[in-house]
């Protein structure tokens, strides 16, 4: 069974602070990692994606990826009340075919 | 705008009454699919398709139907809706199959049946 694990949260960080999403996956040969951004009752929004070991950095946000740990994270600095929304982690690329798998995501909620 | 168009956004349904959801993407994508989403159970894939003429299905595709006669549209249709189909979808599209690129999202249908 391919995963992707995510708790589910909420995560509550106070306005300012750094948040910290966590994700692990269960397929060991998964290429591509992303993380979307999902307002309650809007679609998914790609603000990450990530393909090689180490961290990448886009304005606020940075995604690590660890393959051997099989783990996907992303920071978000200076959390704005903004910043709350549910984070999906999704996989793919592996042995997963033809989808992307996803979690089944992390409230984050920042508070002023 | 590059961008994935489903219609209706908000649609309330009998029992039975078949319906279809419209999906469209301008990108030339080659792979599009289509999910569910509820509550506590993630995002769900219905079913897929990897090319004008090639579909297959997914986690979850009973009750469901699509087709794909051009590259551009790739329509849901529920034959005979029931009230356990009552969900939030989403159509999605990729270059290509395989998950390398991420998908664009539509915004959204929420169909409710009752």
């Known amino acids: 069974q391919k995963e992707v694990e995510q708790n589910s949260g909420p995560l509550s960080v106070p306005e300012g602070a750094i948040a910290s999403l966590n994700c692990t996956y269960s397929d060991r040969v998964s290429q591509s990692f992303f993380w979307y951004r999902q307002y309650s009752g809007k679609s998914p929004e790609l603000i990450m994606s990530i393909y090689s070991n180490g961290d990448k950095e886009d304005g606020r946000f940075t995604a690590q990826l660890n393959k051997a740990s099989q783990y996907v994270s992303l920071l978000i600095r200076d959390s704005q009340p903004s910043d709350s929304a549910t984070y999906l982690c999704a996989a793919g690329g592996g042995n997963s075919g033809y989808a992307l798998n996803f979690g089944k995501g992390t409230s984050l909620l920042v508070t002023p | 705008e590059a961008q994935v168009t489903q219609n209706p956004r908000y649609l309330i349904t009998v029992t039975g009454k078949k319906l279809t959801v419209t999906c469209s993407q301008n990108?030339?994508?080659?792979?599009m699919s289509w999910y569910r989403q509820d509550p506590g159970l993630g995002l769900r894939q219905i079913y897929y398709s990897m090319n004008v003429e090639v579909t297959d299905k997914g986690d979850v595709p009973e009750g469901y139907k699509v087709s794909r006669k051009e590259k551009r549209n790739f329509p849901l249709i529920l034959e005979s809706p029931s009230p356990n189909q009552t969900s939030l979808y989403f159509c999605?599209?990729?270059?290509?199959?395989?998950?390398?690129?991420?998908?664009?999202f539509g915004s959204g249908t929420r169909l409710t049946v009752v």
């Open positions: 990108m030339n994508h080659e792979y």
């Open positions: 999605a599209s990729s270059p290509e199959f395989g998950g390398n690129y991420g998908y664009t």
